[in-house]
């Protein structure tokens, strides 16, 4: 089992920056693909941004590409989501999801085991 644990959620004012955090626990986490997903009320779970268990090239959705960086720190079980730039339409309940290290594409919520409970990100114009 791997448990998933996001803090870093708040309110920010377009254009501002905010930092999520997903903390890990139960396996060894350098073996595991980690991704962001986020979710608004009566929508579908949507792609944000991804990165490998090796740390390599990191994925974008195309509506944060530019603005957001995914990135992991191994030695403290935890990946990472700077949020710049930040728009209203970015408000969305964000949530941390992993995988043992796989070839799917990364940007499909079914391929992903583990999933955090979520954290609110609200974005004020």
């Known amino acids: 089992q791997v448990q998933l644990v996001e803090s870093g959620g708040g309110l920010v004012r377009t254009g501002g920056s905010l930092r999520l955090s997903c903390a890990a626990s139960?396996?060894?986490?350098?073996?595991?693909?980690m991704a962001w997903f986020r979710q608004a009320p009566g929508k579908e779970r949507e792609f944000v941004a991804a990165?490998?268990?090796?740390?390599?090239?990191?994925y974008y959705a195309d509506s944060v590409k530019g603005r957001f960086t995914i990135s992991r720190d191994n030695a403290k079980s935890t990946v990472y989501l700077q949020m710049n730039s930040v728009k209203p339409e970015d408000t969305n309940v964000y949530y941390c999801?992993?995988?043992?290290?796989?070839?799917?594409?990364?940007?499909?919520?079914?391929?992903?085991?583990?999933w955090g409970q979520g954290t609110q990100v609200t974005v004020s114009s």
């Open positions: 999801a992993s995988r043992y290290r796989s070839d799917s594409r990364h940007h499909l919520a079914a391929t992903y085991n583990y």
């Open positions: 990165i490998s268990w090796s740390g390599g090239s990191p």
């Open positions: 139960g396996r060894t986490f350098s073996m595991y693909d």
